[in-house]
C-alpha cells in the first residue's frame, strides 16, 4: 500500500450538495460510455449501504486522479473512463470530509480508498487529501464504491441518475429534432423529478439540458437540449432564466421548419411580445423572430401553419402619432370583430399575415371623414350652443372645433377628436388641468337623426373631455365625470338644445318636400 497526497487541504472552501457530488461521480462514467449507450453500459447496484457503479471494458491510471487540472479531457484516448480531473477530486473531498461517504476507485490493476493526510506547510501542521495505492489482480473495468450511503442517498442517486441525456431518458416524450449540437423532444408525461435543478422562473413544465446534463426547465412542454453550451459556473448550479432563453436561441437557429412550428405553437402566449427595453435579457421576442423566420423558409410549413392559424394579425412597430392614431382605431375595430383575430408581433409577416392596419382598411374599418354640410353644422351648432350654456369655464370654449362627419358606417368610432397639447395649461372651474386644444371634432353621420340628440350630445361632451387627457387618463375619466354632473344639473337646457334639434330636423323635412315638390327650385348642381 502506498499513500498518496493529493494536495488538496481538507480545509479547501467548497461545499458541494449530495446531489452535486453523486452528479459529478456519474459524470465521470457518462464521459466514458457516451449517451448513445448510457443506460445499457451504465451499471450499478446497492445493497447494505455500498453503492457501486461501474463500466466493463474501459480502464485508466490512476496517475489522473492526483493532480488538479489534470483530465483524460485534454487528449480523450479511446478506452479512457472518463475525464477524472477536478471534478472527481473535489467531489471525493465533498464525500469524505462533509457526508463521511467512504470512497474507492478501481481499474485496471489498482484500487485507491479516499482518505487524509498530515502535512506541514511553513511549520504548521494541515491535512491534505490523500489516496491508499494498493495493486490488485488486474480487471477490464472501472468501478467506483461509495459506502455509508443511506437509503435516501441512494433514492437521490437514482434521480441524479436522470439527469443525464440520453433519448431514453424518462422525461424524454416524442423526438422532434436531432442535429449534431443538440435536440429537442415533447415532454413525456412522467413528472420531473423534484431533485433534480429547476429555474425559479418556470418551475418543472419543460427541461433543459446543456452539455449532456439537466442543468433547469423551461415554461413549455418541451425538452430541449444543447450539447455544446457550456456554463461558466463550475458548480454547476442550475440555470437562470436568461440562460434558458440563450439556450432557446441557440437551437431555434439549428432546428428544422416543422420542429420549429411545433415549439412556436408551444410557445403561442409569447406570439404578441416585444422587447421592453434595449437590452432585454428576459425576453423571448428573438426566440419567437427566429422560429417564424425558419418557418418561412419553408413552403409546405408556413402553408401548413397559416391553414391551421387563420386569423392572426401583425403589430408593425408605430412611432408617429399618426402611426398610434391609427393603431388605435385598428385595435378600437378589432375588440367589434364577431371574427376573434389575433394580434402577434410583426415578424409573422414573413408567413403572409396581414398588418391590423392593412386588415381594418381593408372592412372599412378607418374613419372616413368629410365636412359637415349646411344641415349638420346647423346640428353641431345646437350642439356648441348647449356646451356654451351648460359649460362655461369647464372647457375652453373661445374656438370652436372644426366640424367634421365620419362618413363610413363601418368605422367603430361614433365621435373622435384630434387634439393639440397646450403650450400654456391652465386649470378649469373644477380644478382639473386643461393639456390639450381641440381643434377637430368628428361627429358620426348615424348621429343626425331626429331622435339621435342625446346620443349626439353625448358624444359630442365626450370629445371635448379630451381637452383634459386620453381616453385612460385619470384626468379624462373625472372629467367626464363632472360633465355628466352639470349636464344633468341643466336639465332644461339640455331640453331646450332638443326642441331647437328637432326644429332643424323639421325644417330640413319641409325644405326637402319643397324642393320636390316645386321643380323650379331644383338645384341640379347640389342635388348632383
Known amino acids: 500500500m502506498k499513500k498518496l497526497s493529493v494536495n488538496i487541504v481538507m480545509t479547501y472552501p467548497v461545499f458541494w450538495s449530495k446531489y452535486q457530488v453523486l452528479r459529478d461521480f456519474i459524470q465521470n462514467f457518462y464521459d466514458a460510455i457516451g449517451y448513445e449507450k448510457w443506460r445499457q453500459s451504465f451499471c450499478y447496484d446497492y445493497k447494505d449501504k455500498k453503492l457501486s457503479m461501474w463500466v466493463n471494458g474501459v480502464t485508466f491510471n490512476y496517475e489522473w486522479l492526483i493532480h488538479i487540472g489534470a483530465s483524460t479531457k485534454t487528449n480523450k484516448p ?55 495505492l494498493y495493486s490488485v489482480k488486474k480487471i477490464d473495468e472501472t468501478r467506483l464504491i461509495l459506502n455509508n450511503i443511506t437509503p435516501e442517498d441512494y433514492k437521490l442517486f437514482q434521480d441524479t441518475f436522470d439527469s443525464f441525456y440520453s433519448e431514453d431518458n424518462p422525461i424524454m416524450g416524442k423526438l422532434l429534432w436531432k442535429g449534431d449540437n443538440g435536440a429537442v423532444f415533447l415532454r413525456s408525461n412522467n413528472p420531473i423529478n423534484e431533485r433534480l435543478p429547476v429555474t425559479d422562473d418556470y418551475r418543472r413544465k419543460g427541461a433543459v439540458f446543456c452539455g449532456y446534463q439537466m442543468l433547469g426547465t423551461n415554461p413549455f412542454n418541451l425538452v430541449v437540449c444543447l450539447h ?18 440563450d439556450i432557446f436561441k441557440a437551437i431555434a437557429l439549428q432546428v428544422d421548419a416543422d420542429c420549429a412550428m411545433i415549439m412556436l405553437e408551444k410557445m403561442r402566449r409569447y406570439w404578441n411580445t416585444h422587447q421592453r427595453k434595449f437590452i432585454d435579457i428576459d425576453s423571448w421576442n428573438d426566440v419567437v423572430d427566429r422560429l417564424v423566420r425558419n418557418i418561412s423558409k419553408s413552403p409546405s410549413t408556413k402553408d401548413r401553419f397559416v391553414k391551421k392559424y387563420q386569423n392572426l394579425l401583425c403589430l408593425d412597430n408605430v412611432c408617429t402619432m399618426a402611426e398610434r392614431n391609427r393603431r388605435w382605431q385598428a385595435r378600437t375595430w378589432l375588440k367589434h370583430q364577431e371574427e376573434q383575430y389575433i394580434p402577434v408581433k410583426e415578424t409573422f409577416s414573413l ?10 382598411e381593408k372592412h372599412g374599418g378607418f374613419v372616413l371623414d368629410d365636412d359637415a354640410n349646411a344641415f349638420q353644422t346647423r346640428c353641431f351648432k345646437v350642439l356648441e350652443d348647449v356646451c356654451r350654456n351648460v359649460f362655461t369655464g369647464f372647457f375652453e370654449l373661445d374656438r370652436i372645433p372644426e366640424r367634421k362627419i365620419i362618413v363610413n358606417s363601418y368605422a367603430v ?48 361632451v365626450h370629445e371635448m373631455c379630451h381637452s383634459f387627457g386620453g381616453d385612460s387618463s385619470a384626468s379624462f375619466s373625472l372629467a367626464l365625470t363632472f360633465a355628466i354632473e352639470l349636464l344633468m344639473a341643466n336639465k332644461e337646457i339640455v331640453a331646450k338644445g332638443r326642441c331647437k334639434w328637432n326644429q332643424e330636423f323639421e325644417n330640413n323635412s319641409n325644405t326637402v318636400n319643397e324642393t320636390y315638390s316645386n321643380p323650379d327650385k331644383l338645384n341640379i348642381k347640389d342635388v348632383g
Not at 478506452?79 to 474507492?104: M, N, P, T
Not at 455544446?228 to 432564466?241: A, G, P, T
Open 78 to 132: 479511446k478506452g479512457y473512463a472518463g475525464f477524472f480531473g477536478e471534478g472527481f477530486k473535489i467531489a471525493s473531498l465533498c464525500a469524505y470530509r462533509d457526508y463521511s461517504w467512504k470512497v474507492q476507485m478501481m481499474s485496471d490493476n489498482w484500487k485507491i480508498d479516499v482518505t487524509d493526510i498530515d502535512k506541514s506547510i511553513d511549520n504548521t501542521p494541515v491535512k491534505m487529501l490523500a489516496y491508499n
Open 228 to 245: 455544446n453550451y457550456k456554463k461558466e459556473d463550475r458548480e454547476r448550479r442550475s440555470l437562470y432564466s436568461f440562460d434558458v432563453i
Open 351 to 360: 408567413l403572409g399575415y396581414p398588418t391590423i392596419e392593412e386588415e381594418c
Open 413 to 460: 368610432y361614433t365621435g373622435m377628436a384630434v387634439i393639440y397639447k397646450k403650450q400654456n395649461q391652465m386649470l378649469n372651474s373644477m380644478g382639473i388641468r386643461i393639456k390639450y386644444d381641440v381643434r377637430k371634432l368628428y361627429l358620426k353621420s348615424v348621429l343626425f337623426t331626429a331622435d339621435g340628440y342625446y346620443k349626439a350630445l353625448s358624444t359630442y
